[in-house]
């Protein structure tokens, strides 16, 4: 694919789009498949790189993996599931954070996994502390090497009560993915509970297990001896559908975004109220539109489920530049998620990035050296840059920054935003914007 967009800005957004499965969703559910001992069926499934990186792993390992792109439908065959080799898994290194979930699955079904390097977006240090630490307590050994990870389990995998330290989303998926098949009973307190995560037990309760979630971060498995395969429908990308609501409130637009669903968006929903963009939320997706009012500044803190997802923070902040007035932006989740906004600054956004934890309460990262907090005056008309795409949420902001701005803009390493948005060049053409690929 081309990697250089040039993107003419200052029209509104305007039309109707459609978004599939949750990527952070589907990613997961394919790796559950690996656990069942029949064949599996996962549909509204989106056709994005990240979904092709885990279809390739799981080839690797002998998984029979057919995708319909019209009906958007998986199917695996785990019939066959055997050891890969090192060199092929190698070749996949650095593409995503998936394969990281593999570990239990591949611990169930072969007695041992290899992991290559992880990829993902430079979005913070993203270790994995978690995840290994949790694996050990399972009774895994794990063996650090130069090119990935090589985990065994020579005495089984069993049970146990652990406390995460912040509730990871992956650090989560992880004990569950694992705690399905071991031996005896898991409980892991202070877990991530998003709507990607419910969804992912409600897959492997399908498949036979035995899993209770508490009101209080404590999710209980009851590991059991074999699971079978699953028939599932993937629930809407509430990241996809709420980027773009915002571009269609930073261009001043109107976007029926089909597919949407409320009740996983019901705190952004709140925000861009209080913003001051409008919805209409019908059976078949929510249309977001700009009244033609002035925006309001907002106060914003980011946050685990059911706060405000850090992944609706970027394309929102776009939003902000367009708002009356001062907005605060806390980012509680990743230390390093506002490198986007010097692209903004330079197209004449007026943002400045603090170490001190501003507007919410003191986070983790507060006085630890971590630009986290961002104010944002507005409104600022902004002016067409060269821009390059620095992760996948803080492109699409970009993107939606240029189509904002007057005149035209060139960004540059557009590849990265197929990771999460399907048939992004095609939506954006549905929407009217003026878009075209540099040869
Ligand atoms: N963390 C650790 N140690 C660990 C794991 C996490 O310190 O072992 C820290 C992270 O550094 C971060 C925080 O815990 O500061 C939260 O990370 P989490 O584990 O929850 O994130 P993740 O599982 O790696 C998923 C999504 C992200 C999304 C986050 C938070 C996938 C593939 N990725 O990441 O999505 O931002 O949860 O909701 O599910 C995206 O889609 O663009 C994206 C980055």
Redesign the pocket.
Known sequence: MHDVLRVTGGTPLNGEITVRGA??FV??AMVAALLGESSSVLRNVPLIRDVDVVADLLRLHGVGVEYDEEGGTLTFDTSNVDSAHVRDIDALAGSS??PILFCGPLLHRLGEAFIPDLG??H?????????LQILRDFGAVVDKTATGIHITAPRGLHGTKATLP?P????T?QTLLTAVRAEGVTELSNA?T?P?ILDLIAVLQKMGAIISVDTDRTIRVEGVDRLTGFEHTSLADR?EAASWASAALATGGDIFVRGAEQPSMMTFLNVYRKVGGEFDITDEGIRFYHPGNELRPIVLETD?HPGF???WQQPMVVALTQANGLSIIHET???NRFGFTEALRRMGAQIQVHRECLGGLPCRFGQRNFYHSAVVSGPTPLNAADIVVPD??GGFSHLIAALTAEGTSRVRGIALINR?YEHFMRKLGALGAQVELED
């Open positions: 990527k952070n990613s997961k954070r998936i993902g977006c979005i913070g240090d993203r270790p994995i502390d978690f995840h912040y990871s989303v992956g650090a998926e991530a998003e990607e990241i685990v997802m850090t992944d989740v990743y230390e996948l949420r999460g």
